[in-house]
């Protein structure tokens, strides 16, 4: 989500004219966007933020924005006492406001960017030098084959541990005509993949003026359909919101990628219920046998949360044997991290404690990724890739070229799997 808010920011900078930079040096702007997922990753931004004194310093015309999810928690009052040499904050909520903010600065396409203060000076109050100005196309570094499209904002759950409903707010959908034209503009520039984004994205659902409501399937289906699109993908699915509708459009779909990224946090019951996700551990695995029943090469990704408040050695094994029994080709495990103000919900084990049970989590994980990635060595795979190096199949598998194999970035291509790197599979080009 946060990725795909940065490159929605990044285009509102590039239609006033600005590029986007890997130097800090040659940065006129910088925007930090944040994350408050986990304490980790707010002490990153605040640190990053600390950084960002020296360059305000030898660049005091310079425009810092701080944005997104630590923002809105933090509040602009504490960053800017902070630091006080941050220009503007913008929390989560109100990611659309950074527009108005924005310095204008009409670097007019033709000029090259290191002229652009004297084409500033040149067309203040004088006629433009070029009869109109045309924005120019953003330059981001969001991967040109796969692009993400934002189809709902917040979460209206109550997950115990989770501060994203506290700083994004409660759900809301954009209209399918909406979503659809991104689409098709982002298909225009070059897209073969496209990436369905919300928190709990088949919760989705909209009802126009008429009365009528599209879901998510079907929205599914009419993305599905746009011409020039290779692969559809959606992040990420909650298990309260399967439907049969769904089941139905993934099986006749097969432009949709065949692969579900399914959070499930805790194979315990007990712990499931206290984390207040709405369903069993035998919920979650019937929704994994219909996924693999709608399309038997889906692959099912997942996240773990350890030591999360009362998890019983027990319970922690409960996770563990999930892993094979659901299958999944890979996981990102957590470690628990308290974000909310509930009582009782400080953490039993000590931070050796956690650490020993992510480490014996992400050795299953390991374990049994390595057995997915194997068992697909000599099928034959339709691979998009996203550089001449780099693809991935339909069930996210990576995929190298084997040497001297060059891949041709956004066109599908058969591939032979013949090996296993790390965690990518190998292959070469079949006809
Ligand atoms: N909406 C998604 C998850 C979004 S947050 C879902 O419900 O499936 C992304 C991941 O961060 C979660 O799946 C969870 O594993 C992790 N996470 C969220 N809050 C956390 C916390 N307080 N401590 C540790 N991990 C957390
Ligand atoms: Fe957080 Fe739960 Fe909503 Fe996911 S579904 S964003 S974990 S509250």
Same mark, same amino acid.
């Given at each position: 989500m946060n990725e795909a808010d940065s490159e929605r920011i990044g285009r509102s900078f590039a239609a006033r004219g600005f590029e986007l930079t890997d130097s800090l040096k040659a940065a006129d702007a910088v925007v930090i966007n944040t994350c408050t997922v986990r304490q980790r990753a707010e002490d990153k931004a605040i640190s990053q933020i600390g950084r960002l004194r020296k360059w305000k310093l030898a660049r005091p015309d310079g425009k810092l924005f701080v944005v997104g999810c630590a923002a809105e928690k933090l509040g602009r009052k504490y960053i800017r006492n902070r630091f006080?040499?941050?220009d503007e904050v913008v929390g989560a909520k109100s990611l659309d406001k950074i527009e108005a903010l924005?310095?204008?600065?009409?670097?007019?396409?033709?000029?090259p960017p290191e002229n652009r203060h004297s084409v500033q000076k040149h067309t203040t109050g004088q006629p *433009? %030098?070029? $009869?109109t100005f045309r924005p120019p196309t953003p330059r981001l570094p969001d991967s040109p084959v796969s692009a993400f499209i934002t189809i709902m904002r917040g979460c209206s759950l109550k997950c115990s541990y989770c501060i994203v409903p506290a700083v994004r707010g409660e759900a809301s959908y954009l209209a399918p005509e909406e979503i659809l034209a991104e689409a098709e503009a982002k298909i225009a520039e070059g897209a073969k993949e496209l990436i369905l984004l919300g928190q709990?994205?088949?919760s989705y659902r909209y009802e126009g003026k008429d009365g009528a409501a599209v879901s998510f399937p079907a929205l599914l289906k009419m993305a599905a359909a746009l011409p020039g699109l290779a692969r559809l993908r959606f992040m *990420? %699915?909650? $298990?309260?919101?399967?439907t049969d509708e769904f089941f139905r459009v993934f099986r006749e779909n097969p432009r949709i990628g065949r692969y579900i990224h399914l959070p499930v946090q805790s194979g315990s019951d007990r712990i499931l219920k206290a984390m207040r996700r709405g369903y069993t551990r035998a919920r979650y695995l019937d929704i994994v046998a219909k996924i693999r029943e709608a399309a038997p090469d889906a692959a099912v990704s997942t996240d773990f949360i350890v030591g999360y408040p009362g998890e019983t050695e027990a319970d922690f094994r409960e996770s563990l044997s999930l892993i094979g029994e659901a299958g999944f080709s890979f996981a990102y495990c957590f470690k628990y991290s308290r974000r909310t103000d509930e009582r009782g919900l400080e953490p039993d084990l000590d931070e050796a404690g956690m650490d020993e049970r992510l480490e014996r989590l992400l050795a299953e994980v390991k374990k049994n990724s390595g057995a997915i990635l194997n068992a697909r060595i000599g099928r034959i795979e339709e691979v998009l890739p996203e550089s001449r190096d780099f693809g991935r199949t339909s069930a996210n598998f990576v995929v190298r070229p084997e040497r001297g194999a060059e891949l041709e970035p956004g066109a599908l291509v058969r591939m032979e799997i013949t090996g296993v790197v790390r965690n990518a599979l190998k292959g070469r080009p079949v006809p």
């Open positions: 006080p040499f941050v924005l310095p204008d600065f009409p670097t007019l396409p033709d000029f *433009s %030098p070029l $009869p709990t994205v088949n *990420s %699915p909650h $298990p309260l919101f399967f």
